[in-house]
């Protein structure tokens, strides 16, 4: 007997289908990068321009490297380290490693998915997905805008972004956690300057599993293990500057 699909049974399949596609993208998104604020700001030529590379559910953005749920980014101060040492005769008090650090921000999917519902706690922010669609480099293009409460005023400090979620992870926590790959959006500094990131290329192909790979010779630290090695290394800079 021929068998038909259920209208439920469709659904779950176009979903699969889809969220395979999404995963399965290997690929780099170039941003140039614009002043847009209030305030005029000059980028240097070296630094107008960044590289998003995704491989599959993995992406990578300068020294961050998100692997599922888990961000993870390299710092090393190696040789601030050497140069105290050699040319300062200064030691910091308790930290005794090289400066090469591994930092894990691990996130979990209830804390993802929290993300979507609204909250106006000061110091708080949220996603607000709306229905309105542009095509976009090959892509469909959704509106979210990313709500902030400032912590000092508690008053909204609304973000539009435009963003595919065809291809990259189900939630990209490079961006603060959106559903997908932000193709354009503005990010706000202080004294009314603002930078806007506007993806100019994607590049399929070119990206393999090892770029993925976090470096050699970093050791794994916790947020608290950095920040005391930070707060030694700053006192020890501001005893030369003395």
Known sequence: MKKILTLAVMI????????QAQNKFKGIVKYKLTSTGTTTMEIPAENSTVELKIYE????LGSSVQNGYTVTQNADYSQYI??????????LETYQGDGKFLIKNKHSKSEADSLSIKDEAPGHFYFEYRDETQPMLGFTAKK????YYDEDSGEDQP???WYTDEIGPEYNFLFNGIKGVPLQFEQKLDEGRAITYTATEVVKGKVKDVDMLLPAGFKEASEEEYSNFMKELKDAIELIEE
Request: charged share 20%; aromatic share 6%.
């Open 57 to 60: 559910d993995q992406l990578k």
């Open 82 to 91: 050497s140069a105290l040492k050699s040319m300062y005769d200064i030691e």
């Open 144 to 147: 979210a805008v990313l709500h």
């Open 12 to 19: 779950a399949l176009t979903a699969a289908c889809s969220l």
């Open 159 to 161: 973000t539009e972004f």
